[in-house]
């Protein structure tokens, strides 16, 4: 097992055995305790590049409790949208190519709550989180990003990203879905949220977005792409 969580260029993976081969600018770790993992990540933040691979064999759980302890997590959620062409909806924000995803809010969570189950009985928590998740990426797409015809067609891996806020540490944890939607639809960026364009984007022609986007989400549009 393993989990990726990016800050900025930098990547930090948390593995359940020793990694087999030393990358190019990785460092290596096991895991031996909180205090050494927190001072390990704290000063491995301010670097501008490289791998920190922090591993544990025996104490995997209490290690990712750990790493995930030293942050404040904020729930996220968006979408992967593709047209009939083939074509993904990026958004560009902060000088930035981004996919439409934001904050999963209170307001997502009651209306998750007035749902009733497809079965039975009442949403398990993991049923409900996944509702939550998927009414505040649809949300999200259709507020950033002017759509208004669209539906989540399957759901995505995780992202992880490290951001500070002053001496504040955030986790951003996000739940993407792949989207469906249509160029019949006109597209309207959100610019109230610093949002100054929405476009469809050929899957041929990412390479001028990838030089122009986040870190952790190109491992996210190539494993689309790879199964599209």
């Not at 968006?78 to 993904?88: A, D, L, S, T």
């Not at 006109?186 to 364009?197: C, R």
Request: charged share 30%; hydrophobic share 40%.
């Amino acid at each position: 097992m393993k989990i990726e969580i990016y800050c900025d260029d930098i990547l930090m993976v948390l593995l359940d055995s020793r990694p087999v081969k030393l990358k190019e600018n990785e460092l290596q770790v096991q895991y031996t305790g909180r205090r050494a993992l927190k001072d390990l990540v704290f000063d491995f933040e301010k670097k501008k590049k490289g791998i920190l691979s922090v591993w544990s064999d025996d104490k995997y759980k209490q290690m990712v409790k750990a790493f995930f302890s030293l942050h404040e997590t904020i729930e996220a959620a968006g979408g992967v949208v593709f047209n009939e062409h083939g074509e993904i909806l990026f958004i560009h924000r902060n000088g930035k190519w981004d996919l439409p995803k934001g904050k999963i809010s209170g307001k997502d969570r009651r209306k998750a709550a007035k749902i009733k189950p497809g079965r039975p009985g009442k949403f398990s928590a993991a049923d409900m989180n996944d509702q939550v998740a998927r009414i505040a990426a649809l949300r999200e797409v259709k507020e950033e990003t002017g759509l208004k015809n669209f539906k989540i067609s399957s759901e995505l891996p995780f992202t992880y990203h490290i951001y500070f806020n002053g001496d504040r540490r955030f986790i951003k944890h996000t739940r993407w879905f792949r989207m469906e939607g249509s160029t019949e639809d006109s597209l309207k960026p959100q610019i109230a949220e610093g949002i100054i364009i929405a476009r469809w984007i050929p899957s041929n022609s990412l390479a001028c977005i990838f030089n122009h986007t986040y870190e952790s989400l190109k491992p996210l549009i190539k494993s689309v792409l790879a199964y599209t």
